[in-house]
């Protein structure tokens, strides 16, 4: 069966609370059930995590490797700063897409900058919650198309 890493970065452990004007008023809890049912609905195992450490979500990314397909990743502030992210996707090869709740590119300037982007398969941006649902089906027909 297939497997996605669903990744969530710094703060995203405060959705639902933190700025419900920008990033809505759904939970990560919400988010990772959403995730898990869209992916049994497509026949694929669904794990989900969530760290605010840049270390831990390298962690995870090496992990990863021979256990998941691919990775839907959400990393936060960490899209505009890591090095170590971009590194870790790289150097294991796992098809990754970038996922932000906001439009990233209607907000400051500095968040218009992904050291994600480069090791990703696409980016998905600015669709909320759904965008989710939206990386899983984007994730699938990459490693439908890949085999």
Do not use: W
């Amino acid at each position: 069966m297939t497997s996605i890493l669903v990744l969530n970065g710094p703060n995203l452990n405060l959705l639902g609370t933190r700025q419900p004007e920008i990033y809505g008023h759904t939970t990560l809890a919400d988010v990772e059930e959403m995730c898990v049912a869209h992916g049994k609905a497509r026949g694929v195992a669904v794990t989900c995590a969530q760290s605010n450490h840049e270390g831990a979500l390298v962690t995870f990314i090496h992990e990863a490797r021979g256990v998941h397909d691919g990775i839907i990743l959400n990393a936060g502030a960490y899209t505009h700063t890591s090095i170590a992210l971009m590194d870790a996707i790289k150097g294991t090869e796992m098809p990754t897409v970038e996922l932000h709740l906001s439009n990233v590119h209607a907000r400051e300037e500095f968040r218009h900058r992904s050291y994600i982007a480069p090791a990703a398969i696409g980016v998905i941006a600015g669709f909320g919650a759904n965008g989710y649902k939206l990386a899983i089906d984007a994730l699938l027909g990459h490693l439908e198309t890949r085999s």
